[in-house]
């Protein structure tokens, strides 16, 4: 299911696009909810999905008004729902 890196990167060595920063996001968040899934009592990782949540949704709202096809296109091929 998870797309490789290099889908969204803008050339070869691209780390830090906003892009790549979503999808780096949206694996943390998929790791961090199966760890909150198993472990319900770990308030840590639970701060630390918030965070890392509203980094993400931040960022969204970059592309979203900066980028839009670009934005459209994170959304498909991550499968988020905006």
């Known amino acids: 299911m998870r797309k490789n890196k290099k889908d969204l990167q803008l050339h070869d060595?691209?780390?830090g696009s906003s892009?790549?920063?979503?999808?780096?996001?949206?694996k943390k968040?998929?790791?961090l909810s199966k760890h909150l899934s198993k472990n319900k009592k770990d308030k840590h990782s639970s701060?630390?999905?918030?965070k890392t949540v509203n980094r993400r949704k931040k960022l969204l709202a970059y592309l979203k008004n900066k980028?839009?096809?670009s934005y459209k296109n994170v959304i498909s091929k991550l499968n988020l729902r905006k």
């Open 47 to 50: 701060v630390g999905l918030l």
């Open 67 to 69: 980028k839009i096809d």
């Open 13 to 15: 060595k691209d780390t």
């Open 19 to 26: 892009e790549v920063q979503i999808e780096q996001l949206t």
């Open 29 to 31: 968040i998929e790791y």
